[in-house]
């Protein structure tokens, strides 16, 4: 079998964060009783007109700006013409042939090292309603979510595995949601990818046929629909057959990519410019302006964190990943002496008690780098540190006070040690004889007794010392 | 004796403040001649006759506390169909609409509501305003008051017709290309496409959104620019709408350092000779009041008609196409399908006109021929645009014939819509340089149907369109008596 290589590029629409619509003053939030957001104009009622936000159109400039792209000072919406129940004016406003922003990149880490991944286009256009199927209703819709603003972004065909598209997918919502412009909520639609695909042999230079695959609303989705859809086409190929151009689904319950229609059934969209809004004009002062107020965006602060604070390549990368987390931990780090260990701790501790789908933690960032100081001074210990991270969690307070209520700060003096070690080896001889006869996981069941003994507050360093002393102690009597 | 109804605007205005009778008996007197006479003229679609006379009672006791909200405070006043009007059915003069009922007003609506004017009705039209003879309105035609053997023009041909008929104190059209002008022009009324974007389209159900205005039709030069005054300036709803820059420097020029140019594209041999002579007229006495009259070419003008078309349909086959049956309006029984719900709901909904219109439009705009259609017509407009601009910088406005004949029989059927479509010539090219353009009546054809002459001018030059179409009126009284 020859060996082959995968070409994906991606086309992920993102729903921006506006308080209205795209073209009208509908609120735009997820969910609510269907219907109650919508108006004349997201309802495609005769004689209403859009009007631009001009707040979508200074989200989608930070989008672009944050991916290195060129932002055009003079573009065009276009209608996209097609006949679907979700689509009241039955026509999409989307762009055409003068998007927003073109010619960007996203760096990723991939196999080889840093990858840069082109970005052709990013353009706005307008959300659908949602249909939804009811067994005896029928099919009813839902245009709270018509009219929402969206970006579409398309990504070269740079991408090679699903592990690329993957770190592509997670880069590109980190770094939506650092400028703020879109949530990013798969669960809620307000992030979804189709996947253009193709398979050619290693060393061929011509693309292959392509296909689409539509809708895929998360990240193990998208990795599962590359990797059956890069296999199924190879397969073809193997068989001397060939690919069709289509567009295909993912069906999750079984995990097969299925024909959804082919070129031959593609809508002819009849694009044409949009006659009811002007050309959208922006100063190059005010796409300056806009990009004065980017924050640091991941890449440049994961440089900061491993340089700066010293913490490591795999930390830095959870670190930046959400931007509310990397934002705590620039809060809190600078007041730490020790700050590889709050990082440690964030990503160890923090993290799983975060129940959020960003990051969200009540305890002060002065307290956590409170914590990262007791842990780094040995006043407590480890398992100390997770104790005082839940209960600040539930409550936030100065942990140096609570260690010292509850007196949890780590025992290193050896006479109280030894005394505990001597009362442990009394109470368990079998554990003893275990030991004796050879078993040398007696000896970590041992340091367990003692540290519950002890509450958890044995200096594990110390209480290895004397343990191993007192055992070759009694080993002589 | 002149009755109540055979009033100008500027006689009511005065008789209302001077409580020489009540906006009650103004607005039952044209209801009463609704009533009397429309069933014999049809402009009417449906009379709005309990709300326009509370409407009227409201007015007066306005007046009576003496807080008017302006001049036009209780004048009764109709509405082309195509205007939403809330509560109101608008129907486009369309099947599909016929028991539709908008839960919004147009921003023209609710300004004229705002000063106070009273609601007679909506008025007919051809269907979605695609025609010019008022024939192609799905329920009945209309009938033109001068001859109710002739069409009253269209697709605005009820709101001319119910001017000319005395059944409003002024209408409401819209033209997309000519649609205000050439109706006014058979009924012998004053109507003006204002400049692209000074009056608000929010509300005004689109047939061809780049190039319609809604405009005022008037007996009077200075009522239309009286009402148009009402209507005009920028709105927050409709992008493309924007208010008068402040300098109206047109308006200062004097009669004898006025240039006016006769475009030749414009008095083709096509048009009747009656109507090109009226022109001809109007620039001649024109010329005898000191103005320089002067002939001009516009050679793209010769490609003005097919542009329109082109660029008309396209946008009509995509603003018609929400009418899907899904939400409002006609809806095609038992089927189960979208596909077959969109068919049948269409095919019944839309009469032959319109569906013609979608056809080419949705022809036009298709992948395949988009640039050989579409992009060729839009590149088209752009040439037509700077050719007048060029022209303005040598002429401040241009006089033409405003429709190719008087008003046309009704129920002559013609074949060839091509040559339907070439009739437009005249009024088209203001549509495609979105300049304002007014037309005023002109004498009279030996059957005596009025002859309208029109008057182009650059972008925001309707005080000077306004001042020249006046002395029209002046010199037209003194040569016919005010016929």
Known sequence: ?477 | MKTLLDRTLTEHIRALEAREYSSLELTRAYLDRIEEIDSEIGAYLFVNTDEALKQAVASDLRRRRGDTRSILDGIPYGAKDNLCTKGIPTTCGSRYLEHYVPPYSATVIERLAAAGCVFLGKLNMDEFAMGSTTEHSAFHPTKNPHDPTCSPGGSSGGSAAALAANEAVFTLGSDTGGSIRQPASHCGAVGIKPTYGSVSRYGLCAFASSLEQIGPLTRTVSENATILSFLQGQDPRDATSRSAPVDSREHTIALHTLRIGLPRELFSKDIAPEVRSRALDAAHMLEKLGALVEEVSLPSLTYAAPTYYILSAAEASSNLARMDGVRFGRRAEGVRDPEALYCRTRSEGFGEEVKRRILLGTFFLSRDRYDEYYKKAFRAKLLIQAEMTSCFANCHLLLSPTAFTSAPQLGIRESDPAAIHRRDLCTVPANLAGIPALTVPFGKDCCGLPIGVQLMGPLWSEPLLYKVGEELERIRAKEWGGR
């Open chain 1, 1 to 477: 079998m020859k060996k082959y290589e995968t070409i994906i590029g991606l086309e992920v629409h993102a729903e921006l964060l506006t308080e209205t619509k795209m073209f009208c003053s509908c609120p735009q939030k997820f969910g609510g009783e269907p219907n109650t957001r919508c108006c004349p104009v997201c309802l495609g009622l005769p004689g209403a007109l859009p009007v631009l936000n001009r707040r979508a159109v200074d989200l989608a400039v930070l989008a672009g700006l944050a991916t290195s792209c060129d932002v055009a000072t003079q573009c065009k919406m276009d209608r996209k013409n097609y006949f679907y129940p979700d689509l009241p004016k039955a026509y999409q406003i989307s762009q055409m042939d003068l998007p927003l922003c073109r010619n960007g990149y996203l760096t990723i880490d991939a196999k080889e090292g840093e990858k840069r991944i082109g970005i052709t286009r990013i353009h706005m256009e307008e959300d659908a309603g949602k249909l939804i199927h009811d067994p005896t209703e029928g099919t009813l819709i839902d245009f709270n979510r018509c009219g929402v603003p969206l970006i579409e972004i398309v990504s070269e065909p740079d991408l090679r595995s699903a592990e690329e598209a993957l770190a592509y997918l997670q880069k590109l919502r980190s770094v939506l949601l650092y400028v703020g412009a879109s949530d990013c909520r798969m669960n809620e639609g307000s992030f979804r990818c189709d996947v253009n695909l193709s398979v050619r042999p290693v060393g061929e230079w011509a693309l292959g046929v392509r296909t689409e695959l539509k809708n895929l609303n998360s990240f193990s989705f998208t990795a599962r629909a590359i990797e059956y859809e890069a296999a199924r086409q190879i397969n073809i190929l193997e068989a001397g057959g060939q690919v069709l151009q289509e567009t295909r689904r993912f069906d999750p319950s079984s995990g097969k990519t299925l024909p959804m229609r082919s070129k031959e059934d593609a809508a002819d969209y009849r694009y044409f410019p949009e006659p009811d809004l002007p050309y959208i004009v922006l100063s190059r002062e005010h796409i300056s302006a806009l990009g004065a107020t980017l924050p640091m965006l991941p890449d440049e602060r994961r440089k900061r964190y491993r340089e700066v604070f010293g913490v490591s390549a795999y930390d830095a990368s959870l670190l930046v990943s959400d931007r509310s987390m990397a934002d705590y931990f620039e809060a809190a780090a600078p007041l730490t002496a020790y700050p590889k260990l709050l990082a440690n701790l964030m990503i160890t501790d923090l993290m799983k008690l975060n129940r959020e789908e960003y990051f969200s933690c009540p305890i002060s960032p002065a307290h956590m780098a409170e914590v990262a100081d007791l842990l780094g001074n040995g006043a407590v210990n480890s398992s100390t540190a997770k104790k005082l991270t839940v209960w600040l969690w539930k409550k936030d307070q100065s942990p140096r006070t609570l260690v010292e209520e509850k007196q949890l700060s780590q025992i290193r003096d050896e006479s109280v040690l030894r005394s505990a070690v001597t009362e442990m080896l009394a109470e368990n001889p079998k554990l003893l004889a275990d030991y004796r006869g050879g078993k040398l996981a007696a000896a970590k069941a041992m340091t367990g007794r003692v540290m519950a003994k002890t509450e958890g507050r044995a200096d594990p360093l110390i209480l290895d010392k004397i343990l191993k002393e007192e055992l070759s102690r009694t080993a002589h009597l």
